[in-house]
């Protein structure tokens, strides 16, 4: 898939990552430059500096080809902006809003956006873990911990010195 | 009339304030406390310390009962955000207005459900524009789904098009004029249409040669 994401926080990078190592086309657009090292080491995400809720800066980066778009910035009413145009200027058929705020997701996913927020999530997850409710978040978990060990992973790999590689003898 | 202003900033509050002298019945939703207080000194208890972009809050200010909700915060995303909640959340014969800082988004805005607009950058343009000798070539919007655009070109002394007929101004393949309007009136673009000073004249063009466009019909 050709996927397009607004947004080079530690969830827009980290999802970037992931779908780069699926095979899929990444573009990844945020307006601030630091933003970008959040990508993990060697992904062919493809980056455009802008502000992703510009009409020229999302024509720019083809956004009327892409299978899919993804707003995740730290702020949700540029998410539901973001997404809205998306969706209804540039006709993309899936796009999805971060929108940590549960009430405006609801109000804006009746009107036919998908949104999803961290904060419903996270707190029926963490919930279910504190009951050990085995349905809820049971395969989440086991893969969210399956991503954050091999990320970790890459990262001593990454950080280790000539010098403490040697050692390995 | 009961109108919502939401933002209280510097347009927000003098907003509000030559609202309540006008003899309106006003709420001022603003999120910062401190300012929200400065506000309440300056203008009495007709502020809501809480962000405008929260339905609860809109229900609260009593926006089902109002008769407008403005929103004028700084940022045009929120703006939007606040307009389609009130849409949402107002009774049907409530009007909403936003403030858009981009000029572009007053297009987009119109696009999402929020028909009423006001860009201080395109009123300052226009004004600017006006003084102008020259008249103006202005890009209005563009196409969705397509890579064209619309411009609106006018006509002034001088510009290589005046006097010309349509078909000889030798516009770039791919772009086509789909009106001209002279005074107050819309006149079919057609070949053998004469192009006179003061006419504003509509071009349908791929993005791409809007350079070349203006240097035909405007220089």
Not at chain 1, 2 to 7: D, H, Q, S
Not at chain 1, 63 to 74: G, M, N, Q, R
Not at chain 1, 102 to 108: G, L
Not at chain 2, 92 to 111: C, M, Q, S, W, Y
Request: proline residues 4%; aromatic residues 4%.
């Amino acid at each position: 898939m050709n996927i397009l994401i607004v947004g080079s926080g530690r969830v827009g990078a980290t999802l970037a990552g992931l779908l780069d190592d699926a095979g899929h086309q990444v573009t990844i657009v945020d307006r601030d430059r630091a933003s970008f090292a959040h990508l993990p080491a060697g992904s062919n995400v493809t980056t455009f500096l802008g502000n992703g809720i510009d009409l020229d800066v999302l024509r720019q980066v083809g956004i009327d080809k892409v299978d899919a778009f993804l707003a995740l910035t730290d702020g949700d009413n540029r998410n539901l902006m973001a997404a809205q145009v998306a969706k209804e200027i540039f006709g993309v058929k899936r796009a999805f809003a971060k929108c940590n705020d549960p009430i405006r997701a609801e109000i804006y996913r009746a009107k036919g956006l998908a949104t999803f927020s961290r904060t419903s999530i996270l707190a029926l997850l963490l919930k279910a873990m504190l009951e050990q409710d085995p349905e809820v978040g049971e395969v989440l978990l086991r893969q969210t911990l399956a991503l954050e060990r091999k990320l970790a992973g890459e990262e001593a790999r990454d950080a280790a010195p000539p010098a403490a590689a040697a050692g390995e003898r | 009339m009961y109108v919502i202003v939401a933002g209280g900033g510097d347009i927000g509050f003098h907003l509000a304030k030559g609202l309540i002298e006008a003899g309106h019945e006003v709420m001022v939703i603003e999120q910062d406390r401190h300012r929200a207080q400065w506000i309440e000194e300056q203008l009495g208890s007709v502020v809501l310390n809480a962000p405008a972009d929260e339905g609860r809050y809109q229900l609260e200010a009593g926006c089902q009962r109002a008769d407008a909700v403005i929103a004028v915060t700084g940022e045009d995303a929120k703006n939007l955000v606040i307009c389609q909640l009130a849409r949402h959340n107002c009774g049907p014969h409530g009007r909403v207005i936003a403030r858009v800082t981009d000029p572009k988004n007053e297009i987009l805005f119109k696009a999402l459900g929020i028909d009423e607009t006001v860009s201080s950058t395109r009123v300052l343009m226009n004004i600017i524009e006006q003084e102008l000798p020259t008249g103006g070539f202005l890009p209005l919007m563009p196409l969705t789904g397509s890579h064209l655009e619309i411009i609106e070109a006018e006509i002034a002394p001088g510009t290589p098009s005046v006097g010309k007929a349509v078909r000889s101004v030798g516009l770039p393949a791919g772009s086509l004029i789909g009106g001209i309007v002279r005074g107050g009136q819309l006149l079919s673009g057609t070949g053998d249409a004469v192009l006179q000073v003061g006419d504003r004249v509509i071009v349908f063009a791929p993005t791409a040669i809007e350079a070349e466009v203006r240097s035909r019909l405007y220089g």
